[in-house]
């Protein structure tokens, strides 16, 4: 009796590894239809909107908005930043306030096919499904999921929905100032919104404005586009007609959030140029119009959700 529970345990065990890798490889040419937060959200009444646009498409300063937001050494790690985890750990230990070390592989492997929230059992799933995108996947279908299933909003998954919501324009044409604005909120996206943003987050999205050029001079986005064409620099069309009104604009909060400390890491030393460049020259935002300011002086956080 115990040898034949035993032994169906292992089978299912092994079912459930051979399940995933090919789920996994599924993904790698199927576009994820749904999610598990995007159920949650139609459940609770506020919709999912999602506009898929392929990487090839998407504008090249929101690939490198992410980056220098999110996940500096992207191109570097082969999905996990030990060093941006111990830090955490040891932030978290000291009784500050609580924040993680994840990767944009591990954010991207939640948000295809896991369930938001902690507890050691997702992250374990986690970081199995971190390690097979990172060796099924290749890092620029990482980052094309991961900016198409992104939250970027209540209700709202993608950059491209997320510029449609923002801006009423595609995201194949972004300013730097608004591709760095749909990334200063991608750590809490039903908390933060980028028109005319105010306090930590008009703070936060210049200083990913700032650091966008300098992503591009070190090539940390060269992995997404090895052996790919890289899509032109287009300037963001004229805005013919007023953002996209989408579920969920009733529970966003008006108030600025207080600054959080080292939400981003850093960029490797390297890289790391001082930030005097010129701040983006940016059309005075729709639904505000608030225009850009110079950026703060302030400490930006580091990489993780």
Not at 136 to 142: C, E, P, Q, S
Not at 217 to 243: I, Q, T
Not at 251 to 272: D, G, H, I, M, W
Request: charged content about 20%.
């Amino acid at each position: 009796m115990i040898g034949r529970i035993f032994g169906w345990l292992v089978k299912l065990i092994v079912g459930v590894f051979l399940f995933s890798i090919l789920w996994v490889l599924a993904y790698r040419f199927i576009n994820p239809p749904i999610t598990f937060t995007m159920i949650g959200d139609v459940v609770a009444g506020r919709g999912a909107h999602k506009d898929w646009m392929p990487i090839s498409q998407l504008d090249r300063d929101v690939v490198r908005a992410a980056i220098a937001a999110e996940d500096s050494k992207f191109c570097s790690h082969r999905g996990f930043d030990f060093e941006a985890i111990e830090d955490a750990m040891k932030r978290n230990a000291s009784g500050g306030r609580i924040r993680g070390g994840s990767t944009i592989s591990q954010q991207t492997a939640k948000n295809a096919f896991l369930w938001q929230g902690g507890g050691y059992a997702r992250k374990g799933a986690e970081a199995w499904f971190t390690f097979l995108i990172e060796h099924l996947w290749g890092k620029r279908r990482i980052m094309e999921v991961y900016l198409n299933l992104a939250e970027t909003g209540i209700g709202t998954y993608g950059v491209n929905a997320g510029s449609q919501r923002y801006f009423g324009h595609n995201a194949n044409a972004m300013s730097v100032i608004e591709a760095a604005r749909i990334a200063a909120i991608l750590p809490l996206p039903k908390e933060r919104g980028a028109i005319a943003p105010k306090g930590f987050t008009r703070r936060y999205g210049n200083t990913i404005a700032a650091r966008i050029p300098i992503v591009g001079r070190g090539g940390l986005d060269a992995c997404v586009y090895k052996g790919a064409e890289v899509p032109a620099n287009k300037a963001p069309p004229p805005v013919m007609k007023k953002p996209r009104p989408l579920p969920g604009e009733e529970y966003e909060s008006p108030k600025a959030l207080p600054p959080v400390e080292n939400v981003v890491q850093e960029l490797p030393r390297e890289s790391t140029e001082p930030l005097n460049v010129p701040e983006p020259q940016a059309a005075p935002a729709q639904n505000g119009g608030e225009s850009v300011t110079p950026p703060e002086q302030s400490q930006e956080p580091s990489n993780g959700v």
